[in-house]
């Protein structure tokens, strides 16, 4: 301990048991160093949590202008470089803070995100033993020497409506951004990037701007769909009238068996009307309406992408080149490198084609899963539509179609669940398995297997209905009613089917999931501080930080993913509902159900400020990256 810290840039915990086990060298080898390099270092007993010990560490001004230098930070930029983004302003929707455009000027000194990104260079590089490999805060986590490491947010969060004193930017973001009362309003983007970095702001720009595009999406949408109410009550009531009065009798798909029961055209009544709502001209009109629409936004936010880097003067960032340590201590073979002449480390191209066998082997098996499970369903289907068929009750019988397409769709939406919990992990795992040279290289790696996975996962069974089913059914074959080749469409068509399914995947998927997201974690709250002994002492504030839940690499790969997730060691944003899988939602499908755009805006202006206060309130800070626009998920 050298003296008493002012200005807390980055903890780290240790577990007071550290001191009886062999890994008490590493930590006070790591830290040593830390303050050889001119880090003020402090160590800290716990109040509430008796077993830790907080490391605090602080950035003097001469080491941040020494390792600025050396880490190519640019800490003299004059602070963001204003670049107007439309001329439209409109009163209603702006705040105190985008107002005044929530620019940033330099007051002399670095931000808290430079003095993090300075600290997080200095932690991942600085020796706890001789080895050249023993190096950095992340080994000495996976090692179990350190519990956490973790930057300060700026204070506190709580905040005085009328107080007296300047609020902190955590303070301004929960106030301005990150509260469901502003949903209509824009975003502190600005203030974001100085707080969070360009990775968070440039998602969360994405996805206001995503919303913005769904506006006009929606409102075609809902036209289109009164319109198609219009057409059922006044051009198409007689069609119908003549099915739901039919005496005719259909012929059952089997030709043996207890359920290959004769039933009536009327049977048909109700499905044929929600059928010709979601199935006519005005359909057509709108999936070309959306192509247009997708192709637009797609040109639009690669505009707005690139006035962004601009303003945030991160056009130039490359990608990160620099080996990663697990490559280092896995590749056992070296060899000259033309660029550096130097001797680096390689994985011969046999071990490297076996790898990938085996990575991409286990995501092809982790597929076939997802197709067991939408044949699965379709079993379910084809079986309690038999058993309807043989019971005695007729209201079952007239509304057999819509209970069966719903009850699936529930069902496929929990199948879909419980294999999203596995594959963001698991993506993880196939990657370190591949062991790839570059950590930009290991992101895009994860990203395109999450994905890949996550494609299968929630399109498969919406491929199948809308290109697949009753494409197998011959009646020359004689099949039983419960074989898979009489999994055949309705009367009315597959269309219906596919809006059904569409939207329970969306509603339950997304705004299900975002009100578990709100509930849950309020109501463990409750229940803990209703059970906790009350503390006599004030918590520090690195303290309370370490109890929050902590924001992994990932954090916004899994935003993009899998939006709904509440579950506190998964991630933090949780994932909006699918974003990107979303997207294919509103524009793979959106011909089955116009609504999609609607539903899709509901959700992620709900999503937007869910995400936003689980990052200022919930999660500890994430550590910054600067990084020039979303990457990868732009191909994607």
């Known amino acids: 301990s050298i003296g008493a810290i002012q200005r807390i840039d980055y903890v780290l915990v240790v577990d007071r048991s550290i001191k009886k086990t062999k890994l008490k060298p590493l930590v006070t080898k790591f830290v040593n160093n830390l303050q050889a390099l001119g880090l003020i270092v402090e160590a800290s007993p716990g109040n509430e949590i008796k077993d830790n010990i907080y490391i605090k560490i602080h950035l003097p001004q001469k080491a941040i202008e020494h390792f600025a230098n050396i880490y190519d930070i640019d800490i003299a930029s004059e602070g963001h470089n204003y670049i107007p983004i439309s001329s439209i302003n409109l009163q209603m929707t702006q705040t105190p803070l985008t107002r005044n455009r929530d620019i940033f000027q330099r007051a002399g000194e670095a931000t808290n995100v430079e003095r993090i990104l300075i600290l997080n260079e200095i932690l991942s590089e600085t020796k706890f033993a001789e080895d050249e490999n023993k190096h950095g805060v992340a080994k000495l986590i996976r090692l179990g020497a350190l519990k956490a490491a973790y930057p300060l947010h700026d204070g506190s969060y709580h905040f005085e409506e009328k107080g007296t004193g300047p609020l902190n930017d955590r303070q301004l973001l929960l106030k301005y951004w990150a509260t469901f009362s502003l949903w209509y309003k824009e975003q502190p983007l600005n203030l974001i990037q100085k707080y969070y970095g360009t990775e968070v702001a440039f998602y969360f720009a994405w996805l206001g701007f995503y919303n913005t595009m769904l506006i006009p999406a929606a409102i075609v949408g809902v036209i289109c769909f009164l319109i198609s109410v219009l057409h059922l009550n006044f051009f198409r009531q007689e069609l119908i009238q003549e099915i739901c009065n039919s005496n005719l009798t259909m012929c059952p798909l089997c030709h043996s068996g207890h359920s290959c029961i004769y039933k009536t055209l009327k049977n048909a009544c109700y499905f044929a009307n929600v059928s010709v709502i979601f ?358």
């Open 279 to 636: 199935d006519n001209q005005t359909t057509v009109f709108f999936a070309v309406f959306m192509s247009f629409w997708a192709t637009v936004f797609l040109n639009l936010w690669r505009r707005l992408e690139n006035v962004l880097k601009m303003r945030w003067n991160v056009e130039s960032v490359e990608d990160d080149t620099k080996i990663r340590l697990q490559f280092k201590e896995t590749a056992t073979h070296k060899r000259l490198s033309i660029a550096t002449g130097q001797m680096e480390p390689y994985v011969p191209m046999k071990n490297k084609i076996f790898k990938l066998t085996l990575s991409y082997g286990t995501s092809m098996l982790l597929v076939s899963i997802v197709l067991l499970a939408v044949i699965g369903v379709i079993m379910y289907r084809l079986t309690m539509a038999a058993l309807i068929r043989m019971s005695n009750s007729p209201n079952l019988k007239s509304h057999s179609a819509v209970l069966l397409t719903s009850t699936s769709g529930i069902l496929q939406v929990i199948f879909i669940k419980i294999f999203g919990r596995f594959y963001g992990r698991t993506s993880e795992w196939l990657t370190q398995l591949e062991n790839p040279r570059t950590q930009s290289e290991f992101d895009n790696s994860v990203v395109h297997k999450r994905y890949f996975l996550g494609f299968v996962n929630n399109y498969a069974s919406l491929f199948y209905i809308a290109f697949f089913k009753g494409r197998f059914y011959t009646p020359a074959h004689k099949p039983t009613l419960t074989s898979f080749v009489t999994d055949i469409c309705h009367l009315c068509g597959c269309l219906t089917a596919l809006c059904i399914q569409l939207f329970f995947m969306m509603l339950l998927k997304s705004m299900a999931g975002n009100i578990l997201t709100l509930i849950v974690p309020i109501v463990t709250k409750i229940f803990k501080k209703r059970l906790k002994k009350p503390v006599a002492s004030v918590v520090p504030q690195w303290e309370e930080e370490f109890a929050l839940n902590p924001a992994d690499r990932y954090l916004l790969t899994t935003e993009f993913m899998e939006m709904s997730e509440f579950v506190k060691n998964v991630s933090i944003l949780g994932s909006n509902e699918v974003i990107v899988v979303q997207y294919g939602f509103v524009t793979f499908f959106v011909g089955a159900f116009p609504l999609a755009p609607l539903c899709a805006l509901i959700n992620n202006s709900m999503e937007l400020r869910l995400d936003a206060y689980k990052l200022v309130v919930r999660y500890r800070r994430p550590v910054p990256r600067q990084i020039a626009g979303i990457g990868a998920w732009n191909n994607i």
